[in-house]
């Protein structure tokens, strides 16, 4: 299984990016999908979780009503939309997979994609 996200960017405070998180390899099973980011000198932290049939979604305090996670079944896609960004969404986000159940530990996640950087200018 391979994993790629994708999307990030240069964003101005208030603006709007859109991270995918491209599935490869062996795609059947049903995988939970969990969005990370780590800013430079700080601890990854979770940011939101799908499940495998999209039915429970898991969101950080700090990015709920702002941030959706969602999955596109048939293409093995996986995206984090997000809204209303500000300086301190800015970090590495990296989506990652576990044949199992959504959760918000990084650890419980068998495979992790490369980061896309996100930068939210004030």
């Known amino acids: 299984v391979q994993l790629q996200a994708s999307g990030g960017g240069l964003v101005q405070a208030g603006g709007s990016l859109k991270l995918s998180c491209t599935f490869s390899?062996?795609?059947?099973?049903?995988?939970?999908v969990g969005w990370f980011r780590q800013a430079p000198g700080v601890k990854r932290e979770f940011v939101a979780g799908?499940?495998?049939?999209?039915?429970?979604?898991l969101y950080t305090d700090s990015v709920k009503g702002r941030f959706t996670v969602s999955r596109d079944r048939y293409k093995n896609m996986w995206y984090l939309q997000m809204n209303s960004l500000k300086p301190e969404d800015t970090a590495v986000y990296y989506c990652?997979?576990?044949?199992?159940?959504?959760?918000?530990?990084?650890?419980?996640?068998?495979?992790w994609g490369q980061g896309t950087p996100v930068t939210v200018s004030s």
């Open positions: 990652a997979a576990v044949d199992g159940a959504v959760s918000i530990y990084g650890e419980v996640y068998t495979y």
């Open positions: 390899g062996r795609t059947f099973g049903s995988y939970a």
């Open positions: 799908i499940a495998w049939n999209g039915d429970l979604t």
